[in-house]
């Protein structure tokens, strides 16, 4: 059924405990937040994932199997943490549209100026959004913080974005959240050109005790960016495993074979460009576990570019650095200094060894898999934290 109804892939951002995993978990059931250090603090650290179909009877949209099934939709739950800036970017690179939750009873947090900033350094345009809360607010306050939301979108890409009041704990509309996701415009995919898959978690799913007949794969989830790819298909993984050896890392790709595809809870035989999937492949579950593999790209054999350490690029900086208290300029790039890059869902650090004008090449510590055109974020550490200073493209 979720191949015939257009997906997407929707990014639920926003500052620190203004509810974005109570909203998920009432949009779809299910709470993201399952590492139990996660559980333990109350915050998201890693990226979760979530999805629901939208069904519409009549006038009414809801998730409960009434009516006609008109979109899945794919939820990636991104941290609101300042310290968590690069998990959240490598969320905003496998996402079409965003849920931005701002409370009613706070208003617009420093966090919440470096999400919306980052949902535009990766160019996201449709924002729905979600003035949460509601209910712990007068209806004067709600006016006042509706107002300041107006003031604060405007002029930007979600000037005309829809601002939804809801209470996720009192789950009030709900069914209007529910609406304006169902009228997402679904982005164009490609599944014409050579299959990009971008790692944003890598697992081990066996039980401890699992017999060695029973044992599964290691599984990657992530987005298919373009492409097809299906089950028995030989594919690549880059930068890969990174191995040290005398005090360096080098990094080798994986070759392995797909054994089973996943999308939400369907199995299915092959998958094009569209929601959050897994990938079931025939690698030692230990190499997937935890992570290891996140920020890698896969591909079938010989199509991926050699991974770099070298890489230029093409850059906008903002007017002011975000996700701070006070106004501070945001300074040109200076040769020799030291920068954060968000490639897709790879984050590395390098040094710019030139600066001239909009551009800028950088030598980075773990290397990527530099495509062209590949939108960039670019983060500055100030005062011990990565701020968000501009974006950029490779080229």
Not at 155 to 173: K, V
Not at 334 to 353: A, P, Q, R, W
Request: proline fraction near 4%; charge should be neutral.
């Amino acid at each position: 059924m979720t191949e015939q109804i257009p997906v997407i892939n929707v990014g639920v951002v926003g500052h620190i405990d203004h509810g974005k995993t109570t909203l998920l978990s009432k949009l779809t059931g299910k709470f993201t937040d399952t590492h139990s250090e996660e559980l333990k603090r109350g915050i998201t650290i890693k990226l979760g994932y979530a999805e629901i179909v939208i069904y519409k009877d009549g006038e009414n949209y809801n998730k409960d199997k009434k009516g006609k099934p008109v979109r899945y939709v794919s939820f990636i739950d991104a941290p609101g943490h300042e310290m968590l800036m690069a998990t959240m970017l490598s969320g905003a690179a496998i996402i079409d549209s965003a849920i931005l939750v701002i409370a009613a009873n706070e208003g617009i947090k420093p966090q919440t100026k470096e999400h919306f900033m980052a949902l535009q350094a990766k160019k996201i345009k449709n924002i729905i959004i979600v003035q949460n809360k509601i209910d712990l607010v007068s209806k004067e306050k709600a006016l006042e913080n509706y107002k300041m939301i107006k003031e604060f979108v405007k002029g930007t890409i979600a000037e005309n974005a829809p601002i939804i009041p809801i209470s996720a704990q009192q789950e009030i509309n709900i069914d209007k959240l529910l609406e304006a996701l169902a009228n997402l415009p679904v982005p164009e995919r490609d599944a014409t050109k050579e299959p990009i898959f971008l790692i944003a978690r890598s697992f081990d799913i066996n039980k401890p005790g699992t017999l060695i007949e029973n044992l599964h794969g290691g599984v990657l989830g992530g987005i298919l960016k373009q492409g097809r790819l299906k089950v028995g298909d030989e594919i690549e993984i880059k930068p890969g495993l990174s191995i040290k050896k005398n005090n360096q890392y080098t990094y080798e790709p994986l070759k392995t074979k797909i054994i089973s595809l996943h999308q939400g809870s369907d199995s299915v035989q092959e998958i094009s460009p569209g929601a959050s999937l897994a990938i079931e492949t025939n690698l030692d579950p230990y190499l997937t576990k935890t992570d290891s593999l996140t920020g890698c790209v896969v591909s079938t054999l010989g199509t991926l570019p050699e991974i770099t350490t070298k890489v230029k690029i093409k850059f906008k900086l903002f007017d002011e650095v975000l996700g701070t208290e006070d106004k501070k300029s945001v300074e040109n790039i200076k040769n020799k200094e030291m920068l954060m890059l968000s490639v897709n869902t790879t984050i590395s650090v390098g040094i710019v060894e030139k600066s001239l004008g909009d551009q800028a090449e950088l030598s980075l510590n773990i290397p990527i898999v530099a495509l062209k055109g590949d939108n960039v974020g670019i983060a500055r550490n100030l005062q011990g934290h990565w701020r968000l200073i501009g974006f950029g493209e490779i080229i």
